[in-house]
Structures are given as C-alpha cells and as structure tokens.
Nanobody
C-alpha cells in the first residue's frame, strides 16, 4: 500500500490549492485520514482529519478556510485550501488508517508536498 500526496505549489496570498492523497495497492478501505503540515523550524501539526462517518475536525487556524473531503470509491482524500496565508507555508503530509487485503489495519504516511504562499 502506498499513499501519494500531490497538489502542492506556489500560490499568492488569498489564493487556493487542492491537495490530493491517493491510496493505492492492496487497499480494502480507509478509515480515518488526515492532513498534517510541518513549517520550517516548527513541529508537525494536524491540520484536518476526517473519520469514517464523514465527520471532520480542523485546527483553529484553518477553520473556515480549509475543507477535507474524500472520494471513497477512488480511495482518495482531498484538502481544499482557500484564502491561503503566508503562515500556511509548509510541507503537507497525508496519513491514513487503512485496511489491507488479507491483513489488518495499519497507519500509512504519504510523502510530503510543498505548499508555499508568497507574493
């Protein structure tokens, strides 16, 4: 099983980006999935999380600007980021709790994708 994150880039303040995280390989289903970020010199923090029921939670700094959602059929989780600010600049990572074919449930991390918000 692999998690592939994509969609990062350079955007001006106030702009938008959509991050995508796709699980591939021997995936039965995804339970909880989340997006984390690590800014330079900072610790990694949980940005948004979505559980199997569809309920989502966000860190206060992104509430009202970011939306996490998923496509169950495609084993994908997205992070729509609007009204981006320079302080959103970070490497973004996805993490998912996945049921693996013929095995059990495991946590997987995707490689990071860089988001830079700058004019």
């Amino acid at each position: 099983v692999q998690l592939q994150a994509s969609g990062g880039g350079l955007v001006e303040p106030g702009g938008s980006l959509r991050l995508s995280c796709e699980a591939s390989g021997s995936v039965v289903s995804i339970d909880t999935a989340g997006w984390y970020r690590r800014a330079p010199g900072e610790q990694r923090e949980l940005v948004a999380e979505i559980i199997s029921s569809g309920l989502a939670n966000y860190v206060d700094s992104v509430k009202g600007r970011f939306t996490i959602f998923r496509d169950i059929a495609k084993n994908r989780v997205y992070l729509q980021m609007n009204s981006l600010k320079p302080e959103d600049t970070a490497v973004y990572y996805c993490k998912a709790y996945i049921r693996v074919v013929g095995s059990g449930w495991y946590y997987f991390w995707g490689r990071g994708t860089q988001v830079t918000v700058s004019s």
